[in-house]
């Protein structure tokens, strides 16, 4: 497998959206929660990320679209990390387990998933004010183009 290209402008964002849509595939499928947060999460950072997109091509950037380009940039790594240990932790359980065994397996594994389903959240509302402070401010592509 192939390492991810993660670019200085764009940080974490191909994979992370590669991620996200592995996490609503169906092997997640009973976790509907995160399933949720992860195709809110895909879809705001797609639009985040063709932004990021026509910034990376500008010349100068004014202060506020450089900061918060650049927050959006630890913000996707931040996420990266959430959903790297979400599908480490959380992976399928293994195809030859018997249903006792898958369930000891799902309880020991509920309060790791009550912490995740919770940054998750955290992370979507993190998303949400990146964006809106982006209209706030009016840190908008036509006008530094």
Not at 62 to 79: G, Q, T
Not at 116 to 137: G, V
């Amino acid at each position: 497998m192939s390492a991810p290209v993660v670019s200085a402008t764009m940080g974490a964002m191909n994979p992370l959206i590669g991620k996200l849509a592995a996490l609503m595939g169906d092997e997640y499928k009973k976790l509907t929660s995160v399933r949720k947060q992860a195709s809110f999460l895909k879809d705001e950072l797609s639009a985040m990320k063709a932004l990021l997109e026509k910034l990376e091509l500008m010349n100068e950037l004014d202060p506020l679209a450089k900061n918060w380009r650049d927050h959006v940039r630890e913000m996707s790594y931040d996420m990266e990390n959430c959903i790297d240990d979400f599908m480490r932790d959380l992976g399928g359980a293994d195809a030859k387990m018997g249903f006792i065994k898958k369930t000891a397996k799902r309880l020991k594994t509920l309060r790791k998933r009550h912490r995740i389903a919770d940054r998750m959240e955290e992370l979507k509302a993190l998303a949400l004010q990146a964006n809106e402070r982006r209209m706030r401010y009016n840190i908008d592509i036509s006008s530094l183009t």
